[in-house]
């Protein structure tokens, strides 16, 4: 999905500062959708049943899908040149603003089954407040999405409720997963000094609104799942300022591989 800059009157009308801004968001964005779909790209071949392969890979390209036209317009907005290959191989994982959860390893399938849903109750919120934004090239993309991200929810949310109200044994692994994994959520909601400033601006949805949102439709999971909500969780932040774990360095170095080896090979 690619948009002419003339379909987004609003851009001829931001100072430098404030397109500077969108664009640091923008690619934030871009680069969670990457380097989530990425992971999910690892399952491929590997999925428990070949029905959840399918599923886990269709949910990767659709993420691919948002990163491009997220880079599309990011590059836009920077006006340097650069191209949406360049935003998503040719920078350092120091650059990338993606939150700590999406890089978080695969695991097991409830692993990967409850960041999902981490994720996607994120998302689904961010971008139904997204629909109504001043920027209209957000708007659109997040009118594309939302369609995806709503399949992407109901998945995530059905395999939580299965395993958690399944055997013993996917019991046991989905609470181990929610153990582990709920930590990362808290800063998807968590505005950064940027996000705040583009809040204040009006350029970017409420977090507040969203994580009620969030929180009202993890309990209506977890409460059919039968498992707990977490209470008084310690949230580790720091992705959005590009301050990441170990796993980011290892997931770029393969997703950039033919990149850095082979600088401007077309194909």
Known sequence: MQFASSENPALATY???????LFQF???????????GHRLSEW????????????????????LGETRSLYQYAAELEGQGRTEDDLAYLRSATEYRNPLLVEQPNGDFADTVV???LFDNFHYHFLKQLLTNADERLAAIAEKSLKEATYHLKWSSEWIIRLGDG???SRRR??????????????????????NSLQTA????????????????AERVLTEA?????????????????RHTEHLGYILTELQYMQRTFPGLTW
């Open 15 to 21: 100072t430098p500062a404030v397109r500077q801004q």
């Open 26 to 36: 923008v690619l934030q964005l871009a680069d969670t959708s990457l380097v989530l």
């Open 44 to 63: 491929c071949g590997h999925g428990p049943i070949l029905e959840q392969d399918l599923a886990m890979a269709n949910i990767a390209l659709d993420l």
């Open 115 to 117: 960041r999902q849903f």
């Open 167 to 169: 055997t013993e044994e």
């Open 174 to 195: 989905v609470e181990k997963s929610i153990a582990e994994l709920w930590r990362f959520s808290g800063e998807l909601t968590t505005p950064t000094t940027l996000e």
């Open 202 to 217: 009006g350029l970017i949805p409420d977090y507040a609104d969203i994580q009620a949102n969030m929180v009202a439709h």
């Open 226 to 242: 039968t498992l707990a909500l977490p209470q008084q969780v310690f949230m580790l932040t720091g992705g959005k300022d590009g």
